[in-house]
């Protein structure tokens, strides 16, 4: 049996025809957060071992997690046990794959941290259109496997982010505007309760739970040790890049936004603007380079994609790497770090975007020398209409979603989440009035993420399936 020692005792220290798209940012090496986190050998990891701050460290390097005690489970019957026995010792448990959204947790100190990186196994079966992954299975490989039967899945842009948190947290991507929330694609849940039973969650077993689940966190109700979902029958996308110097963003941002209004459902793209940091680890093509890029997926023919992409190209980007490409290319479209990195960003959900509201963007990103992205997401389509059957969040309210991102440590981290922090106060004017919690890397109110309805259902599911607050999610929902 695994012992946890209680808080006042911890010392608290195919198409192979079509070539995949060519890398514009090359991938920085490193280690994944899967691959670092497979390296420790032991099981448990306390305050007191030497390898405890290892043990700690997930993707977002600067969130400072002092848990407990730090759990890697092996299988599913071990995660049993690390449920029992932390509650038996009255800790919490907060589950946790890669990190992405690690910097929304509190304060630990009371809580087992149950890493799931071992827990990544993959099972497709192409021919019956499932997918089942374990708890700690991240994107890419599974984004390869299903990219031979022509197949995908509606992952987000990180490659490396974490399938379980991305998907129950709701799950945007380059298929959002037509196919919608990756949460509506899960058929079944696989998780530990706060009993430390392992049960099966889908349509036919606990319903008002599998509702809750699919957009409402995982961690909230339970520890999930396996996802079962669809994938979508898309084999290539006619995708890339769009790129200019930062000081044609004045006509570009405003071309992009109409351009957004008037598009089918077809097309998810994001516009941003990129200030590449003078630091060693930036290849040289790129080091202290301001640019302006437009990347997107669209889905129908060449011709169809075309007359779409005509627009933003009559803006004659300096770079332009759109073209048919296999739907796998999509996973590094984005350039998101695959390693663990320091960055941190602020979001916000905005509405529609007048003029006033364009200028004021490109006021506020003008001297943020510290945002080094400024990101906007393009939503609508299938994102916001509720799917049927789907989750609790089973549509987003907001035309867009903004982002302030920064890769920063020491003194200057601070400075840098302020000027992320005046980007957003800049822009509130448009807020939509309702978080995306998945994107939402500092502590909200949960319930900003939720319709009114919704909230006060998700509240009464709570108490029901974990009464003693075992669970802690990083965005939790209280049991009050
Ligand atoms: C660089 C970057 C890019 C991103 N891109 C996108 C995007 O394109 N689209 C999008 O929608 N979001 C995106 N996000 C947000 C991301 O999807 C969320 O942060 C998501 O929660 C990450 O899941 P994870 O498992 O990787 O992270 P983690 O931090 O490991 O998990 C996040 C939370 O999910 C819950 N959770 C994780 N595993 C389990 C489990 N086994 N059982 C129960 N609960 C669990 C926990 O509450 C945990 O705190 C991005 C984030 C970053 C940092």
Redesign the pocket.
């Known amino acids: 049996m695994l012992r946890f020692p209680r808080p006042t005792q911890c010392e608290q220290s195919s198409h192979a025809e079509l070539g995949e798209l060519p890398a514009v940012y090359p991938v920085i090496a490193g280690v994944t957060v899967v691959e670092y986190a497979t390296r420790l050998e032991r099981h448990i990891y306390r305050p007191v071992d030497a390898e405890y701050e290892t043990a700690c460290r ?3 390097l600067a969130a400072d997690l002092r848990p407990a005690a730090v759990a890697f489970p092996r299988t599913p019957d071990e995660a049993i046990d690390v449920v029992r026995q932390a509650a038996a010792d009255g800790l919490r448990v ?9 910097y ?2 509190g304060d630990l100190s009371d809580t087992v941290l ?1 890493r ?1 990186n071992r ?1 990544s196994d993959y099972q497709i079966d192409p021919g019956a259109g499932t997918v089942r992954v374990g ?2 299975a ?1 994107w890419v490989p599974l984004i390869d496997m299903l990219g031979e039967y022509g197949l995908a899945v509606l ?4 490659p490396t ?6 998907t ?6 380059w298929y959002g505007r037509s196919r919608g929330l ?1 949460a509506n694609s899960v058929t079944a849940v696989e ?1 530990i309760t706060a009993d430390g039973e392992l049960v099966r969650i889908d349509a036919n077993h606990d319903p008002e739970l599998f509702w809750a689940l699919r957009g409402g ?9 396996a996802l079962e979902f669809t994938p979508e029958p898309i084999r290539t996308a006619y995708a890339g890049v769009l790129v200019w110097d930062l000081r044609e963003a004045e006509r570009v941002l405003p071309r992009w936004v109409e351009w957004t209004a008037s598009v089918p459902d077809a097309v998810t793209s994001i516009y941003r603007q990129v200030q590449y940091p003078l630091v060693p680890e930036i290849p040289d093509l790129l080091r202290g380079r301001k640019l302006v890029v437009v990347d997107g997926a669209v889905l129908g023919s060449d011709a169809e994609a075309e007359a779409i992409m005509a627009p933003l190209r009559e803006l004659r980007p300096k770079w332009d790497t759109f073209r048919r490409v296999p739907a796998r290319s999509l996973s590094r479209l ?1 350039n ?2 695959e390693q663990p ?1 320091t ?1 941190g ?1 602020r979001s916000a959900l905005l509405g529609a975007l007048p003029s006033a509201a364009l200028d004021q963007l490109l006021s506020v990103t003008s001297d943020s020398s510290l945002v080094v992205t400024a990101e906007l ?1 393009q939503l609508g389509g299938a994102l916001s209409r509720p799917a049927p059957g789907g989750g609790v969040l089973n549509r987003l309210d907001g035309e867009f979603l903004l982002f302030a ?1 920064g890769v920063a440590t020491g003194p200057e981290r601070a400075r840098t989440i302020a000027d992320h922090d005046r980007t957003l106060e800049a822009m509130a004017p448009w807020f939509a009035n309702r978080s ?1 919690l ?2 939402a ?1 500092q502590a909200v109110d949960p319930a900003t993420g939720f319709d009114p309805g919704a909230w006060q259902s998700l509240l009464r599911i709570r108490r029901r399936v974990d009464p003693y607050g075992v ?5 939790e929902i209280p049991r009050v």
């Open positions: 997930t993707w977002a907060a589950p946790i794959g890669t990190g992405h959204g690690a929304s947790f149950v799931t827990l708890a700690g991240i992952h987000g842009t990180a982010g974490g399938i379980v948190g991305h129950l947290g709701g799950g945007i991507g990756a998780l966190g995982g961690a909230n109700f339970g520890l999930v040790t984005h998101d770090s990195s960055g960003l997401r991102g995306y998945n994107f890397q669970f802690r999610a990083n965005h």
